[in-house]
């Protein structure tokens, strides 16, 4: 079975600066989808970046980037400029492709803190 | 475009009762999971429903169930609550190799 594990329970940063949340999977797929989602109090879950694993390029969304390292199973988010409003907590999340692997697995999450 | 939509909100129940949750995904998403959210377990996956059926479940006893409907709305029912049924239950819509979109979640309490 797959596992995702978030070894980093809190994290704080101040505002303006950068932030890395760590995340490990372990799977014997070969290909697979990379999440991570941001849950603010308001409970909603927002995706915040996606990866496929068959893509060698990292992906990027705005002040949001990823450290894909497959070999490793490594999939960490990085926050650029950080913001008030980027406080929440962030899962890494796995989903596999086809078959019976219609479900994503999550870790246990990383409380972020922005400090201003 | 509308969101998922997820109804009621918020829910308290006695405990040996049982519940129905609703879900109503994104327009075109025929793929519809939930999930249970605890302070000690985390996010665990209950079932994922495809066009009305179920092609995964997750490891909950059998007074967790689900269905989908035509138009994609799915609800997931509880049969005799307990009280560590105490969550919150997400619902996801998604295409079928996209990201997923979640609702905002019923907050279940059994008393």
């Known amino acids: 079975a797959q596992t995702v594990t978030q070894s980093q329970p809190e994290m704080s940063v101040q505002e303006a600066e950068t932030v890395t949340l760590s995340c490990t999977y372990d799977t014997s797929e070969s290909d697979y989808y990379l999440f991570w989602y941001k849950q603010p109090p308001s409970r909603q879950m927002i995706l915040v970046i996606r990866?496929?694993?068959?893509?060698?390029q990292n992906a990027t969304e705005n002040r949001f980037s990823v450290n894909f390292q497959k070999a490793a199973k490594s999939f960490s988010l990085k926050i650029s400029d950080s913001q008030l409003g980027d406080a929440a907590m962030y899962f890494c999340a796995y989903r596999g492709s086809g078959g019976s692997n219609y479900k994503l697995t999550f870790g246990k999450g990383t409380l972020l803190t922005v400090n201003p | 475009k509308a969101g998922v939509t997820q109804t009621p909100r918020y829910l308290i129940k006695t405990r040996g009762q049982q519940v129905t949750l609703s879900c109503s995904p994104i327009s075109g998403h025929r793929s519809v999971s939930w999930y249970q959210q605890t302070p000690g377990q985390g996010l665990q996956f209950l079932f994922e429903?495809?066009?009305?059926?179920?092609?995964n479940k997750g490891n909950f006893p059998g007074r967790f169930s689900g269905r989908q409907f035509s138009n994609s709305r799915s609800e997931m029912n509880v049969s005799t609550l307990e009280l560590g049924d105490s969550a919150l239950y997400l619902c996801?819509?998604?295409?079928?190799?996209?990201?997923?979109?979640f609702g905002s979640g019923t907050r279940l309490t059994v008393v």
């Open positions: 429903y495809f066009s009305e059926t179920q092609r």
């Open positions: 996801a819509s998604s295409l079928q190799s996209g990201g997923y979109t």
């Open positions: 990866q496929e694993a068959y893509k060698q």
